[in-house]
T-cell receptor
């Protein structure tokens, strides 16, 4: 597609329920990232996928968070047993691939985000 | 730890005025991007500028990598320029993750 797409755009859930958020990267982009934006923490990195390499999960805040990327394209971020502090906007980004300082590979493009509200 | 700091935190301008937003980063960068977050929350790419100067219409940006700062210039501001401006830096390594500053909230009044 023309840009990064995410679904749903809004999600309201009850505390304790599981949620799945979806990201479709720009076609041909091999790198995919999840970030979240919350009032108290600003924009923070969650997880990074690059091709078939093992993902960098260093930003995931707890073991309730997991993500997978199927077929090197679509990614799903899953939050189990949601808590109120998980309420945030979850943003997905993609880039060509990481290779030195080339803009072609490094510039990240963001989707519109999923606004998650945990009641 | 690695930090990205932006100033000013907020700014109010009259339409037509010019402004300069600053981004300081704590180490040499592999990638530096400027974004505009519009009222609907979408992050719009403005510049990819790890070094040097670029211009795009009324906007321009300069990164002085050796002194670890970047500047975003907005000239002849318009009400549609309102929103939050973020800079974000990638410091290389195994992950291409961006570390974001806290943003500058810009309000352009008619």
């Amino acid at each position: 597609g023309a840009g990064v797409s995410q679904s749903p755009s809004n999600k309201v859930t009850e505390k304790g329920k599981d949620v799945e958020l979806r990201c479709d990267p720009i076609s041909g982009h091999t790198a995919l990232y999840w970030y979240r934006q919350s009032l108290g923490q600003g924009l923070e990195f969650l997880i990074y996928f690059q091709g078939n390499s093992a993902p960098d999960k260093s930003g995931l805040p707890s073991d309730r968070f997991s993500a997978e990327r199927t077929g090197g394209s679509v990614s799903t971020l899953t939050i189990q047993r949601t808590q109120q502090e998980d309420s945030a906007v979850y943003l997905c980004a993609s880039s060509g691939r990481t290779s030195g300082m080339s803009r072609l590979y490094n510039e990240q493009f963001f989707g519109p985000g999923t606004r998650l509200t945990v009641l | 730890g690695i930090q990205v700091e932006q100033s000013p935190p907020d700014l109010i301008l009259q339409e037509g005025a010019n402004s300069t937003l600053r981004c300081n980063f704590s180490d040499s960068v592999n990638n530096l991007q400027w974004f505009h977050q519009n009222p609907w929350g979408q992050l719009i790419n403005l510049f990819y500028i790890p070094s040097g100067t670029k211009q795009n219409g009324r906007l321009s940006a300069t990164t002085v990598a050796t002194e670890r700062y970047s500047l975003l210039y907005i000239s002849s501001s318009q009400t549609t320029d309102s929103g939050v401006y973020f800079c974000a830096a990638n410091y290389g390594g195994a992950t291409n993750k961006l570390i974001f500053g806290t943003g500058t909230l810009l309000a352009v009044q008619p």
